[in-house]
Structures are given as structure tokens and as C-alpha cells.
């Protein structure tokens, strides 16, 4: 891969409202490469995503596409180069086909390459017969594909999508991850894609740059940063729910994958779906774990008392860190905090699915 910037920031500024949402902001992101950004909420990835993709000006900096510094002159130039996939997907209420097509039309394309375009991605995104379905009653990893689709079809030189495996069980996130390295493969195009999982930008990105307060704090290969950086992050708070353990099968459905259970710390036990034994680093999404102060019905196989240490407020979310024996972060709303009303030495439940946890 050529090392050319295609879009870079310097020293970029963006206030939103009452928020300083990126500060000093430098990057430089690599013509076809694929570029995670990595961050714990309100850390400025979303803020990010929309500057890089000419959705937001710099309150003050330079942003440059292909060597021009774009401003409100030539912005319109990046946007129709770029485009963004947001977290939660909005669709038409119409056919799945009509969805993926919709940008297409309003830019005049003849009806026949439409048609030829639209099942292309159909079935890249492994959706070929759900062309007619309405796109609105699909399950959320469908829907996230078809929102993939929607932008992939325009061809654009800048894909730049936020947290597009948010909420998904472990096979949509992996048809998702596919999808975008076969694109990225096949087309050149340069991705950006937010994350909170470090992990997952080691299996997808050539480049991981690691966000917090709206700085970009480093960036490099994830596979370094989980080598020699990961317990640092750990101390502040860019990887959450990550911990170091010892897998043993306890049953494995296939040659290649099955159900692991791992140990933690003495005593502590997570089970997990996974595909080796031995040392294993896990992650468990924050917002994954559920909170309760009584043991609840539920087919998630892991549930753990502890005691919560700390509560603490982010952006519109509460996260709780619970003592398990190791401490579990727990992403829950702030109605959700006053409605159970749990405090700091609260003895509480954490429960999370086998499913939740990504094993590496």
C-alpha cells in the first residue's frame, strides 16, 4: 500500500454547542487503507467521522482532501467523495431494493445500471434475496447491512461508517467486518471506521488511532498498542471490560470454534464462544452487561456478583464499574440508574451473554 494522505486535519478545533469536541486535532489518513479510530463515548469519534466527511467545518484548522483545503467554497467537493454510515440505521419504509438504490436515482443514473449496480451489493453484502423485503422489518444486523449497501453502491473514494457492529450478535459483526475488508480490498477505497473495540480494529484495520478528550492520543498498528500499551489504556480508560485469562473448552460444536470458559482471576469465571485455549485477552462490551440487584431469568450464561465501586457520568449514559472479583464496566441510561437506584457499595449482578464476549 502507497502511503499517500488523502484527507488530513491540522491542528483542527470543533466547538459544538458548549462542548470542545476535538482539540488540536492532527491526523493524516492513508490513501486505501482502512483506519479504525478507537475510543471510550464522548471521546470525539463521532465528531470526527462527520468532519472528515465534510458533514462539520472546523471551528478553526485546516482540513484537506487530496492536498486542497476544503472550506465552504469547495466542501461540496468532499461530499460527494465521501460518504457516512451512522450508528443506528434509518431507512425508507419501502423494499430493501428501493433503499439501496435511492442515491442512485437522485443522481440520475439509467435505470438498467441501477438494476445492475443494486444486485451487485445485494450480494456483497450477502443480502441477494431480500431485494423486495421491506427494509424497515429486517433484524438489526440486516438492517445494518443494507445501510452498508446504501453507501457502497455509490462507489465513494472515502467510506467512513460509526460503529457499524454496535449491538450485533458475533456472526453479524464478522459479515459486517468481511464486508468491509472485501471492499477495501477489491475497490481502493479508503475506510475510516469507529470502534470501542480495540480488538476488532486489530482483525480489520491497517491503522488504529486511539481518541480521548478530542485529541488523538496515538496511533499505529493495534496489534503494538495491545502488545506494550494495552494495560496503560486500560488505566485510562480507552479499553474498558478488558481482561487477560485462561481458556478451557468445554464443548467445541466445530473443528474451528465452540464454548470456552475462561479464568479471570482466582475464582472468576467467564464462559465465552471462542476458538482457542490457553492464554486468551477478552472483551466484554460495556454495553452489554446488564445490571440487577437480584439474580434475573435470562439465557446468558454468565452472571457474577460483585459490588459497585464506582458511578460514573458520560455524555448521556451512566457507567458503573462493578467488583466481580474483577472490575466489570457496565454501560446502563441515567433513568435506568434512578429507577434501580444503586449507589457506590451497592451488592449487585452482572450479567452477560457467552456471545458478548469477544476472545483474541
Known amino acids: 500500500m502507497v502511503a499517500l494522505g488523502i484527507i488530513t486535519t491540522e491542528d483542527v478545533h470543533v466547538h459544538l454547542d458548549t462542548s470542545h469536541a476535538l482539540r488540536g486535532l492532527n491526523i493524516d489518513v492513508n490513501q486505501s487503507e482502512i483506519l479504525s479510530i478507537v475510543g471510550p463515548n464522548g471521546s470525539g469519534k463521532t465528531t470526527l467521522l462527520k468532519l472528515l466527511g465534510g458533514l462539520l467545518r472546523p471551528t478553526s484548522g485546516e482540513l484537506t482532501f487530496k492536498g486542497q483545503v476544503i472550506t465552504d467554497e469547495n466542501r461540496e467537493t468532499l461530499r460527494k467523495k465521501a460518504t457516512v454510515v451512522f450508528q443506528k440505521p434509518v431507512h425508507f419504509g419501502t423494499s430493501v431494493f428501493k433503499n439501496i438504490a435511492y442515491g442512485l436515482r437522485i443522481r440520475g443514473m439509467d435505470e438498467d445500471e441501477i438494476t445492475e449496480r443494486v444486485e451487485e451489493v445485494l450480494s456483497f453484502v450477502d443480502l441477494d434475496d431480500f431485494g423486495e423485503k421491506l427494509a424497515r422489518n429486517l433484524s438489526g444486523g440486516e438492517q445494518r447491512r443494507v445501510s452498508i449497501a446504501r453507501a457502497i453502491v455509490l462507489r465513494p473514494e472515502i467510506l467512513l461508517l460509526d460503529e457499524p457492529t454496535a449491538d450485533l450478535d458475533i456472526d453479524s459483526t464478522r459479515i459486517v467486518e468481511d464486508v468491509l475488508k472485501k471492499f477495501n480490498r477489491e475497490h481502493n477505497t479508503t475506510i475510516i471506521v469507529s470502534t470501542h473495540n480495540l480488538f476488532q480494529a486489530e482483525s480489520v484495520a491497517h491503522r488504529t488511532a486511539i481518541i480521548d478528550r478530542g485529541q488523538i492520543q496515538m496511533i499505529g498498528r493495534a496489534s503494538a498498542m495491545l502488545g506494550f500499551e494495552l494495560d496503560k489504556m486500560k488505566d485510562e480508560g480507552l479499553v474498558l471490560n478488558t481482561f487477560r485469562g485462561d481458556a478451557t473448552w468445554l464443548n467445541k460444536s466445530t473443528h474451528w470454534r465452540g464454548l470456552l470458559r475462561i479464568e479471570l482471576a482466582d475464582g472468576v469465571f467467564v464462559e465465552a464462544i471462542g476458538t482457542q485455549e490457553g492464554d486468551?485477552?477478552?472483551?466484554?462490551?460495556?454495553?452489554?452487561?446488564?445490571?440487577?440487584?437480584?439474580?434475573?431469568?435470562?439465557?446468558?450464561?454468565?452472571?457474577?456478583?460483585?459490588?459497585?465501586?464506582?458511578?460514573?457520568?458520560?455524555?448521556?449514559?451512566?457507567?458503573?464499574?462493578?467488583?466481580?472479583?474483577?472490575?466489570?464496566?457496565?454501560?446502563?441510561?441515567?433513568?435506568?440508574?434512578?429507577?434501580?437506584?444503586?449507589?457506590?457499595?451497592?451488592?449487585?449482578?452482572?450479567?452477560?451473554?457467552?456471545?458478548?464476549?469477544?476472545?483474541?
Open 280 to 360: 486468551v485477552t477478552i472483551w466484554i462490551p460495556p454495553q452489554d452487561v446488564i445490571i440487577s440487584k437480584r439474580t434475573i431469568l435470562s439465557s446468558a450464561r454468565n452472571t457474577l456478583k460483585g459490588r459497585v465501586l464506582k458511578v460514573e457520568e458520560v455524555n448521556s449514559t451512566t457507567l458503573l464499574t462493578v467488583d466481580v472479583g474483577v472490575e466489570i464496566v457496565a454501560q446502563i441510561t441515567r433513568n435506568s440508574l434512578k429507577d434501580f437506584d444503586i449507589k457506590i457499595g451497592d451488592s449487585v449482578y452482572v450479567t452477560f451473554k457467552a456471545s458478548s464476549v469477544s476472545v483474541y
